[in-house]
């Protein structure tokens, strides 16, 4: 068996070495290192596969989420409603731009932002709701964008873990997520399910006035050269990594299907264990694209059981350990535990196991066979 990795680039990188490599070195030789040609090349294929009127892309998936924010025209104060369970980036540029985060709770089942307990959270003061595809399993977008309807409200999709999803709305009609919301964001940060060999990120939107500011503002503010309209940033992809970026967009589809055999076969291994909760992996829809394949143990001590894993040889990740309502950069007196009880239940009993596109069968077993060992003990 090989060495188990909990992200396998090197075993990606070589299916695509001399793709990767020629177009590495042509933007070498072309010194177009900035805004080169393969920049907007990339940018026009994504919006293609999307399915999505712009992509703008940018220097990182942080970057996306504060300048998509910059460009809806938020105000001081203005409350923004996004999951207490993610990473800390989507609170972040909330909390940089002075508006005012407002954290709540998530559903048990998909780790994804509870619906109920957004509605609760919506005050007059409210103006977007970012809801994040965590672990690539797509969000109850028709749930969110009835009340962003119903409340006049923005909705931003944090789209940072997954790229290639598709929600299938209660009309049958397939979209990618990213391309659901206002405006939508991703990064290509090297694990991510489409990542660079460095930072990048992007933004989507299918609104071409929002396209246009959000333009500008990743160009200092600029619309005309030297004519700084709005406060902006410096905010690019660089021309190498949208070359990466190029090389890998055609193997997107077949690189997600590859996480979700391998969810499948993790799932079907612990299905029938009590004390495992394993995430829905359905046959024939692909609304999840597996950045993560997260578990949940009943009692069983969870930190025991990644230290026995480690001691075995496999790395996993705890994603994520501390609730944002609870880390102290975000911590806010008008929030209240008895507010949180799935995201608090969360951080102590989750796992995720190694999840990438080069997971060979007799590795899954031998994680399967260590993690059941382990709870049944
Ligand atoms: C990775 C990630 C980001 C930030 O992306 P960077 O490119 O690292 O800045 C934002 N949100 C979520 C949910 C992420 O997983």
Known sequence: ???????????????????VD??????????????????????????????????????????????ALMGLG??????????DFT??????????????????????VDFNIDIEAIKRAITPKTKAIVPVHLFGRAANM??????????????????AQGIGSNYTGRDGKKTKTGGIGHVGTTSFFPSKNLGCYGDGGA???????????????????????????????????????????RAKLPHLDSYNKARRDAARK???????????????????????VFHQYTLRVVDTDRDALVAHLNENGIPCGVYYPIPLHSQKAYKDERYNEADFPVTNAIVKDCISLPMHTELEDDQIAFITKTVIDFVNK
């Open 1 to 19: 068996m090989k060495k188990i990795q909990m992200v396998d680039l090197k075993g990606q990188y070589a299916t695509i070495k001399e793709r």
């Open 22 to 67: 020629s177009s590495i070195a042509e933007v070498i030789a072309n010194t177009a290192f900035i805004n080169g040609p393969e920049v907007k090349s990339f940018q026009t294929e994504l919006e293609a596969y999307l399915g999505v009127k712009h992509v703008i892309p940018c220097a990182n998936g942080t970057d996306a989420l504060q300048i």
């Open 74 to 83: 938020l105000e001081q104060g203005d409350e923004v409603i996004t999951a």
């Open 87 to 108: 990473f800390a980036a989507t609170v972040e540029v909330i909390a940089l731009l002075k508006l005012t985060p407002v954290l709540v709770d998530v559903d048990p």
């Open 142 to 159: 028709d749930a969110i964008m009835d009340l962003a309807k119903e409340h006049n409200l923005f909705v931003i999709e944090d789209n």
């Open 203 to 245: 933004i989507f939107t299918n609104d071409d006035d929002l396209a246009h500011t959000i333009r500008g503002v990743v160009n200092h503010g600029m619309y005309v050269r030297y004519h700084h309209d709005v406060v902006g940033v410096n905010s690019r992809l660089d021309s190498i990594q949208a070359a990466v970026l």
């Open 266 to 288: 993790y799932t079907e291994a612990f299905m029938s264990n009590k004390k495992i909760i394993t995430p829905i992996v359905c046959d024939s829809c692909d609304c999840h």
